[in-house]
């Protein structure tokens, strides 16, 4: 149940239409997320300038979704959490290293260790100890991948938050929730 409207792209008009009309071109449909912050086109344009930003760091486009998942999950966002298997989907990943992001867990050690540092990050609030930054440095992550992965949490923190306040209607093949892990006490946290 939608609680902020999601704008129709055929009536919407002023700075919300334009950036309507780049997602419809780029994406060829605009998601309901994007209708929701287009009530807001400074946090529509902020959003998606951000992640245009970080598309171009270091981090490869299957990392990125798995970075997504794992904090959906976390977060408990089933919307983001459908979107991003979906898109995960697109761009080639398993559904075991989907399922696999969704627990913060990767056959890869250096793709684990980015996982487990954005779960980390999400369920400490950012407030890291030595041992978390250790394990990730140990896995071969530079200063800048640390840095890139918190952008990326911070990123897919504010998409869950909207979805949340919103009740945005999913728009992808829904995939439920496992479970909420968005606690200290978590034991896969």
Avoid at 7 to 22: H, M, N, R, S, V
Avoid at 79 to 104: E, M, N, P, V, W
Avoid at 107 to 128: F, S
């Amino acid at each position: 149940m939608n609680r902020i409207a999601h704008l129709d792209p055929q009536t919407t008009i002023g700075p919300a239409k334009a950036l309507f009309e780049g997602v419809q071109k780029k994406l060829g449909v605009v998601p309901n997320l994007f209708r929701v912050l287009g009530n807001a086109p400074a946090a529509l344009q902020g959003y998606l300038s951000f992640n245009a930003a970080l598309a171009d760091g270091s981090l490869s486009p299957k990392v990125r979704e798995l970075i997504a998942l794992a904090v959906a999950e976390t977060n408990q966002c089933a919307y983001c959490l459908s979107a991003h298997t979906f898109i995960g989907g697109k761009l080639g990943l398993a559904q075991q290293d989907l399922a696999d992001a969704r627990q913060a867990n990767a056959a890869d050690p250096r793709t684990d260790a980015i996982l487990k540092l954005a779960r980390h990050i999400v369920v400490q609030r950012g407030e890291l100890g030595a041992p978390e930054l250790e394990q990730a440095r140990t896995a071969g992550l530079t200063d800048g991948e640390i840095i890139e992965t918190v952008a990326h949490v911070a990123l897919n923190i504010f998409s869950n938050y909207v979805n949340h306040i919103a009740g945005t209607v999913i728009d992808f093949p829904e995939v439920t929730l496992t479970h909420g892990c968005a606690t200290s006490s978590c034991a896969c946290g």
